[in-house]
């Protein structure tokens, strides 16, 4: 008698215990607090069928189509192109330098998707040369000349390097619309305004 009391108790116990412990139903999700002002949740998949969702605003839509603005470093990568094909060349342009530190002429018009000869000639009695690129990528390539004006230079396809009294040329596809900085990365000659640009236009 006494073992069955015993197990009556247990059992009632055990009862109790669950009950305390059990979760309440979940509530909806409108009647949460802050939940029913929260925009834009009635819009997501699979959540207006959710008790108290249908009823939220509708979270405002992000403009689309918009552009960057076009950067402030003269020079776009767009614009600038890259080496071109002699067979599709379609002027040949002739740019003098010298030791005045300028460019003659600094200022050349070309066609988008254009390809050119450019023909570097060195008037002067010291080294020069012509390389094509955006404005930050010349500013640091000077720095290097200038930190190192012993290296080889005149070797990459945006480049040509012109002994005194010699002359050199390239062959270049202009690219966008656009300006395309140019100049001498020799030590201190584009510090002193040996620079051009040409306009894609």
Do not use: Y
């Not at 197990?7 to 029913?36: D, E, F, H, N, R």
């Amino acid at each position: 008698m006494f073992k069955i009391k015993n197990v009556l108790v247990t059992l009632a116990l055990g009862g109790l215990c669950a009950s305390a412990w059990a979760t309440p139903a979940a509530a909806p999700m409108a009647s949460m607090p802050g939940m029913g002002s929260m925009p834009g949740m009635a819009s997501m998949p699979g959540m207006a069928s959710m008790p108290g969702m249908a009823s939220m605003p509708a979270m405002a839509s992000k403009p689309q189509g918009q552009t960057m603005p076009t950067p402030a470093d003269p020079g776009n990568p767009a614009s600038v192109g890259g080496p071109g094909a002699a067979s599709a060349v379609s002027q040949t342009i002739r740019i003098l330098a010298d030791d005045k530190m300028r460019f003659s002429p600094d200022v050349v018009h070309v066609k988008p998707g254009e390809t050119v000869r450019i023909v570097v000639v060195n008037q002067g009695q010291t080294r020069h040369e012509l390389t094509i690129g955006v404005q930050s990528e010349l500013v640091e390539h000077a720095k290097m000349m200038a930190a190192m004006p012993d290296m080889p230079n005149g070797e990459e396809p945006n480049m040509v390097a012109v002994a005194p009294q010699g002359r050199g040329e390239l062959i270049w596809r202009f690219g966008q619309p656009g300006t395309v900085p140019f100049a001498c990365t020799m030590p201190g000659h584009m510090q002193q305004g040996m620079i051009g640009r040409f306009i894609v236009d």
